[in-house]
Structure formats: C-alpha cells, structure tokens
C-alpha cells in the first residue's frame, strides 16, 4: 500500500511541472492604454467623437474620445492598429510592441522544471528497496526578466497633458507678443512625438510633429501668427518628473512681416 501511494504522489508531482512548463512557455499577454488625440483635418481635436478601432486581426470596435478629443483605450494585443473617424478615414496608425517574458527567462525556466521533470521520471521505477525517505524538492532558478526594449514606462511617464506657459525671450521684429499660455497633449510612440494644442490657441498650430531620444525632442509646424502663414519651431526636454522646457521660434524662415523671428522660452507641468 506504502508503494503504490509513493508511485501516485510521484505521478502528481511529475504532472503539476508539466502544467507549469505550459504555463511559463505560453506566451504573456500584453497590455497597454494610451492616451491619444485625436486631431482632424482642420487641426481642431475631435471631440466627443466615435473612433473605430481596427485591431491586427481586422476586426473592429468603436470608443468615444473625451471632451478634449482624447481617446483613452486599452490595447491588449500586440501589433499595428488603425484608428478611423467616422468617415472611414485613418486617423493615425498605433503600434504596440510585444512583451512577456524573455527568450533567455523561458529557457533558464525551462530547463530547470525539465530537470525536475526528469529527476522524478528517474525515481519512478521499482520503489521495493525504498526506505520512504523523503527527499528536497529540485531547487529552480527564479525566471529572469528584461526591461521593455522600447522604453515603454518612460514613454508613459512623458506622455501626457501639460499646462504650458510661455515668455518673450527675443523680439527683433517687433512682432506682437501673443501667446502666454498652452494647453499641450504630448504623444510619443517609439521616436516619434506629436504635440497636439489643446486650448484652441488661433495663433499656434493644432498640431507639431518631430521626434524624442531620451528627454530632448524636437517639433515643427506650419501654422498662423498674427494673421500670417509661418513656421513654429520647438525645441527642448521633457523629463518624467514630469516637466516641459523649451524654445520656440516663430517665422524662422523669415515669413512674418518684419523678416525677423519671435522666439519664446515655454515651461510647463503635466496635469
């Protein structure tokens, strides 16, 4: 009777590591909300407006943006997104990048519990000579995990809204003074940054494009100032603490009526 509850109590053990060899082998599931703008054709965000949501597959959902046109969302699955308006026009593409747990974690974790696997099949033969001693469980590494390649958590710390002041630092031109204050949607995906205005500012661009290593970024636009058509350039950091540091050059090709650029110093805190 002593044998065979031995052989039975070996079995289970031998079938609960294989349920976890499965388990640390499946692939993680991801998930990741953003916030994103959304921005029409007129450079104005779309508010309380139905975005379709195309997923890697094909298929489709529908979710409402805020009064601010921000589309809050949680992508569950890795791969590149759609977002259409009503219309059926693509917004903007979103691509998110697959986690779980690494190559080298499922390989250490999958050689050790094999090795318990393997120890137990080796002891499940003929038991008669067995003096029911029990023996230590296999020992197992810990699984070991790599951070996210694409800086995904500092991507979530610098993305966000941030309130947005703003002072002269040079004139020349005598243009007029006319942006103080901002309301600005910072989005980044890998490099890229999108800078949409959200304080419906007529004389700065509803929307900068440009790109972000670490904390420094750059963007530009075309947009109006004072009734003329220019140039908006911006340039400088954005930290996760959170804050916002920049200079903005407006008419830097020399398309305001004096010729000459306006440059503002910009500093701002997220919401």
Do not use: C, W
Request: glycine share 12%; hydrophobic share 35%; no cysteine.
């Amino acid at each position: 009777m002593g044998l065979s509850n031995s052989h039975q109590h070996k079995h289970r053990v031998l079938f609960v590591l294989v349920g976890m060899l499965l388990a640390l082998l499946a692939p993680a599931a991801n998930a990741v909300t953003k916030h994103l703008s959304m921005v029409g054709e007129d450079g104005q965000p779309m508010v309380n407006t139905t975005i379709t949501i195309t997923f890697p597959d094909g298929t489709k959902v529908e979710e409402d943006t805020d009064d601010k046109g921000i589309l809050k969302y949680n992508f569950s699955k890795s791969g590149a997104y759609t977002l259409s308006d009503p219309a059926g026009n693509v917004i903007k593409t979103v691509s998110i990048a697959g986690t779980g747990m690494s190559t080298t974690a499922l390989i250490i974790t999958g050689v050790a519990v094999i090795g318990g696997v393997a120890l137990l099949a080796s002891g499940s033969g003929d038991d008669s000579n067995s003096d029911d001693t029990p023996t230590d469980p296999p020992v197992t590494e810990p699984p070991v995990t790599e951070p996210p390649e694409d800086g995904g958590e500092t991507e979530e710390s610098q993305a966000g809204i941030y309130d947005v002041n703003l002072s002269l630092a040079s004139n020349p031109g005598d243009e007029p003074v006319l942006l103080q204050q901002l309301v600005l949607q910072l989005e980044i995906i890998g490099t890229a940054l999108t800078i949409t205005q959200l304080s419906g500012d007529p004389n700065f661009p509803g929307q900068l494009t440009g790109t972000i290593a670490d904390t420094s970024f750059t963007a530009s636009a075309s947009g109006v100032y004072s009734e003329s058509t220019t140039i908006f350039q911006m340039a400088g950091s954005v930290t996760a603490s959170p804050s916002l540091n920049f200079i903005l050059n407006v008419g830097a090709d020399g398309s305001l009526p004096g010729g000459q650029t306006i440059t503002y110093n910009g500093t701002g805190t997220r919401q």
